[in-house]
């Protein structure tokens, strides 16, 4: 798989959005932990030009360098950043949101996207929902209805990594005017640029990768439109859901280092795979980097690389998985991914079996997080306690 990033990718996270000459030469970005802004006139205050600041709740000079940063990497025009990236995603739906319309999503979206589709998006905009299988594009494709206004997309998807045909699903929207909104956070922007391949709003948990050292929470929305760009925009301030100051300079040192940590989370991650597959006491791997893959040409066709989160299925009963998640002592047992450090949880465990059949496999699903403690450690505590089952 290809380990290196092209230059402007490279660039993009050590260099865009950032001016030395505007900060005393100072090499790394100085915290604007500023609520407000002085500005000067009240010609400057009432048509602020871009790029000058007013107010935190509108825009952070630390938060302009995200922003730049991600839009460059995602070679969009327009970046977003959010205080998580539940904020991103539920400012995606409601600036896009009919009243009385319908939205078409996967079952293994992240959880709570649809807990906030089905509850709030329900309840109080009577907004449908209506739940497909991702890697089937005619259910896509039948779920359509007139008054359907959103396609929510994720791929690989969360907790079984099954693969959308992102340029079909996206040709398939266009022609019947319906918007996109596609969740990268498990590629980041190195390994899938999804705006090249049709999607309208591309959101990332910055909180995972782009961050990369769990200590902070971020999101982002990209995009090349103009109208999205502005209903964005314009609802931010209304929500008051933007990035932190000190959230935003966490993220930017977080980038500077993407490149050369996701290469490593790859091959961490393709290697215990590979293990996983081949030991007799597992019976499914689910891990879009192996060469068995079902959908491998799909993957080689939109990604140029995989993360280092996979899950897999024991040969054996419910407790035994959780035995076996209990008893890692590399991996740490919590939820998120993203960081350093390697974890392990059963995303589907409180799911009933049917719900988590929607969401591919059983409840005894075990995900893992590969983090850079290196390869072999990771693989020598997984032998020792699928040896204990
Ligand atoms: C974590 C995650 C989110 C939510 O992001 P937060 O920063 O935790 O709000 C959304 N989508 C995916 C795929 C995630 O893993």
Redesign the pocket.
Same mark, same amino acid.
């Given at each position: 798989m290809n380990e290196y990033c092209e230059q402007p990718e490279l660039l993009a996270a050590a260099h865009t959005g950032e001016d030395y000459s505007q900060q005393l030469g100072s090499i790394a970005p100085p915290l604007y932990l500023s609520s407000l802004f002085a500005c000067g006139t009240m010609e400057n205050y009432t048509h602020s030009n871009p790029g000058s600041f007013i107010y935190s709740r509108y825009g952070n000079p630390n938060v302009s360098i995200v922003e730049e940063k991600v839009a460059a990497l995602e070679r969009g025009k327009y970046c977003l950043a959010y205080a998580? &990236?539940?904020?991103a995603?539920s400012a995606a739906i409601l600036a896009l949101a009919k009243h009385g319309g319908h939205v078409v999503c996967l079952h293994n979206c992240?959880n709570?996207?649809s807990h906030f589709l089905d509850g709030f998006c329900a309840e109080k905009l009577g907004i449908e929902t209506t739940y497909v299988q991702g890697n089937c594009f005619e259910q896509i494709e039948k779920a359509i209805r007139k008054n359907t206004f959103l396609i929510i997309l994720?791929s690989p998807a969360?907790d079984t990594f099954s693969l959308v045909d992102i340029r079909r699903v996206c040709a398939l929207a266009k022609a019947y005017g319906i918007k996109t909104y596609f969740?990268n956070?498990?590629c980041t922007p190195l390994y899938q640029k999804p705006l090249q391949l049709g999607v309208d709003i591309c959101?990332h948990?910055?909180?995972?990768y782009l961050g990369g050292h769990s200590d902070t929470?971020? &999101?982002v929305l990209v995009t090349d439109d103009e109208e999205i760009y502005v209903a964005l925009h314009e609802l931010r301030p209304q929500l008051g859901n933007i990035l932190s100051p000190m959230d935003a300079w966490l993220i930017t040192r977080g980038l500077r280092s993407l490149a050369v940590r996701m290469p490593a989370h790859e091959r961490t991650a393709t290697a215990v795979a590979e293990m996983l597959e081949q030991h007799k006491k597992v019976r499914a791997v689910y891990y879009p980097g192996l060469k068995s893959y079902p959908q491998r040409e799909l993957m080689l066709s939109q990604q140029t690389g995989n993360s280092g989160l996979l899950s897999f299925e024991i040969d054996g009963a419910l407790e035994d998985a959780v035995k076996l998640a209990d008893s890692l002592k590399a991996f740490t047992l919590g939820p998120?991914?993203g960081g350093y450090e390697s974890l392990v949880i059963m995303p589907l465990y409180s799911y009933s079996e049917e719900h988590a059949m929607l969401c591919g496999a059983s409840r005894g699903l075990i995900r893992l997080h590969c983090g850079l403690e290196g390869t072999q450690y990771l693989i020598d505590d997984l032998e020792r306690v699928l040896g204990e089952l």
């Open positions: 998580n &990236g539940m904020a995603a992240y709570v996207v994720e969360s969740d956070t498990y959101m948990s910055a909180t995972k929470l971020g &999101g998120s991914w």
